[in-house]
């Protein structure tokens, strides 16, 4: 189902959790809701599942306005890293409680739940559990039993709020591609609450990132790479050298960090860029403040090298020897400028100035 909130407002006292969110999901979506602590995201989440209510603005959940419906009659499971399995119910009796709950007239009969709890444990792998009680079964397989409970009520919309941080970092890789591919199987559209950059690059179409309350840009993972649409989300997302630099007359002076300078045709003024590590090569050198810090090899792509200049680390890639404590020259060959007017730029080193 598609979800459109508009312009949502939620305050909590005098500060503001949601200040004036807008967003529009298709059907079949996975979105995720990226952002440093605080930003918003739960408060969010917990508005479309009809668990918390908005100061003002509006939620549709395919195409109706769901401000009057109660969370149960909206379709929507949720899996909230917070909401543990009931501990006195078996593993079938967690999964089938969504059904069970329900009125007698829309209860399905107790067969038809049987049947659906088995498929259901079917679907997340783990039929031979059914069973066993929660303390029984590793973190992995509770999170797995969280989602068939969460699926029992067949949801068109799948609410999911950091559900893999109580994973060790192995198992937690396995169970999101597998969540990922189960959204695909089913159709439905899902978001996922995170605050793991990679997470949220790996499973989502699309990614929210949000700060302090609002939505600061929605795109896929490699526009929010490529381009990101302020600093914030800049520094936020991927590797990235963060230079803060003052324009004039078209150049700016890096000299400070040990750096040429550079051309800038853009207006006089401070500004911040932003360097990929692939924007930056680093070269060996004779005479040079820089010093090579650290080495990973990235197999043909080159070397990954941090290399302190001054006292920044700036972190590049080199298609040469070099060893820990050698002398290099940084050259950043391209990047992004954070204009303190507020616009953005793509910066290039021109060929002229590459060759110098
Ligand atoms: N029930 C509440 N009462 C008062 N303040 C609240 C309440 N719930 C959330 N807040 C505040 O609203 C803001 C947003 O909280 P929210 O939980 O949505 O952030 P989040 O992005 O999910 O953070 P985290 O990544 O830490 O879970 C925070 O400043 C938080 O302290």
């Given at each position: ?11 909590f ?100 739940i ?7 444990l079917?679907?997340?792998?783990i ?9 029984q ?28 941080g ?12 597998w ?15 995170t ?14 990132v ?39 007359r ?44 650290f ?56 060929e002229?100035?590459?060759?110098g």
């Amino acid at each position: 189902m598609t979800v459109d909130v508009e312009n949502l407002v939620r305050r909590f006292g005098a500060a503001a959790a949601l200040d004036g969110v807008s967003l529009s999901l298709r059907q079949g979506e996975f979105a995720a809701l990226l952002g440093p602590s605080g930003s918003g995201k739960t408060t969010l989440l917990r508005i479309l599942a009809g668990l918390d209510f908005p100061d003002q603005g509006r939620v549709r959940i395919a195409g109706v306005d769901v401000a009057s419906v109660p969370a149960r009659d909206r379709g929507v499971g949720v899996v909230f890293q917070s909401y543990a399995l009931f501990r006195h119910m078996s593993v079938a009796e967690n999964v089938a409680f969504g059904l069970r709950v329900r009125p007698r007239r829309y209860r399905p009969p107790e067969a038809e739940i049987q049947r659906r709890v088995r498929e259901l444990l079917e679907l997340v792998q783990i039929p031979e559990l059914a069973g066993r009680y929660p303390e029984q079964i590793s973190g992995g397989q509770r999170q797995r039993v969280a989602l068939a409970r969460a699926l029992a009520i067949e949801p068109q919309l799948l609410l999911l709020d950091e559900p893999f941080g109580a994973l060790d970092a192995l198992v937690r890789k396995d169970v999101r591609r597998w969540v990922r591919g189960l959204h695909e199987r089913l159709g439905i559209t899902s978001i996922l609450v995170t605050h793991d950059q990679e997470e949220a690059m790996e499973m989502a179409d699309r990614v929210a990132v949000m700060e302090r309350g609002r939505i600061v840009q929605l795109d896929t993972p490699q526009a929010l790479l490529e381009a990101p649409a302020t600093a914030f989300v800049a520094g936020f997302l991927g590797e990235a050298t963060r230079l803060p630099l003052y324009i004039e007359r078209g150049i700016a002076r890096l000299s400070e960090f040990g750096l040429d300078d550079i051309e800038i045709d853009l207006a006089d003024g401070e500004a911040v860029l932003f360097l990929r590590p692939h924007e930056v090569r680093i070269e060996p050198a004779q005479a040079s403040r820089a010093v090579v810090r650290f080495i990973r090899p990235e197999g043909t792509g080159g070397t990954r090298i941090l290399a302190e200049t001054g006292s920044r680390i700036i972190e590049g890639i080199s298609h040469a020897e070099l060893a820990r404590g050698d002398a290099c020259r940084i050259r950043p060959v391209s990047g992004t400028v954070f204009h303190g007017d507020g616009t953005t730029h793509r910066w290039q080193r021109q060929e002229a100035w590459a060759a110098g």
